[in-house]
């Protein structure tokens, strides 16, 4: 079976998975403490106003997952040296949940400036039955990480990599949740 992955937000009320733009009514305080995290640069200030091209809404109006295992991204912080002690806790979401969910992939473009709009080139659309995750992180995003750790940063996990983006709730009260730390299960 194939997976998404989200993090488990520390602040979630129920067991849906909400888009941060629906959250500006229902939830302002919720909204507010996700939002800021596009505070800490210039230009990721400016992503909530991108447009999605195929899925015509904005960049705050998906659910962002992960295609890549959570334990590869642990592994590459640990492969540039850097020693993790936390848990970090994922949803592991199978493929099949997005089935009648708009979703697409938008694929990294290291010339595609952040910020700036998104080459409609760049995105695909998730089709459930053919996604498959990715099995090891480039040398690119291991380049990205080992650069953050030589300047004393750690975060920015998902920039080089694929984004799923799901347009609409997703339901997580059935799905397992796992720990970054914990090695993936072949199956």
């Known amino acids: 079976m194939e997976y998404v992955y989200h993090a488990v937000p520390k602040n979630l009320t129920g ?25 800490d640069h210039p230009k990721r200030k400016l992503l909530p106003t991108i447009t999605i091209p195929i899925l015509n809404c904005l960049w705050n109006d998906v659910v962002m997952l992960s295609p890549v295992h959570p334990h590869l991204i642990y592994q590459g912080w640990r492969k540039v040296g850097k020693s993790i002690d936390q848990s970090v806790q994922f949803y592991q979401i199978p493929i099949k949940k997005l089935k009648a969910t708009p979703t697409v992939i938008y694929h990294y473009d290291p010339d595609e400036e952040t910020g700036m709009p998104i080459n409609e080139k760049n995105i695909e659309i998730l089709h459930t039955e053919k996604y498959r995750e990715l099995k090891e992180l480039s040398e690119e995003t291991l380049d990205w990480y080992k650069k953050l750790h030589q300047e004393g940063k750690f975060g920015a996990h998902f920039h080089t990599l694929p984004h799923v983006m799901a347009k ?17 299960r072949i199956s």
Not at 17 to 33: G, R, V
Request: glycine share 2%; aromatic share 8%; proline share 7%.
């Open 15 to 39: 067991n849906r998975l909400i888009p941060l733009n629906d959250l500006k009514d229902t939830h302002p305080e919720i909204f507010k403490a996700a939002i800021a995290k596009y505070d």
């Open 168 to 184: 609409g709730e997703i339901d997580v009260s059935d799905v397992d949740i796992i720990d970054w730390k914990e090695p993936m």
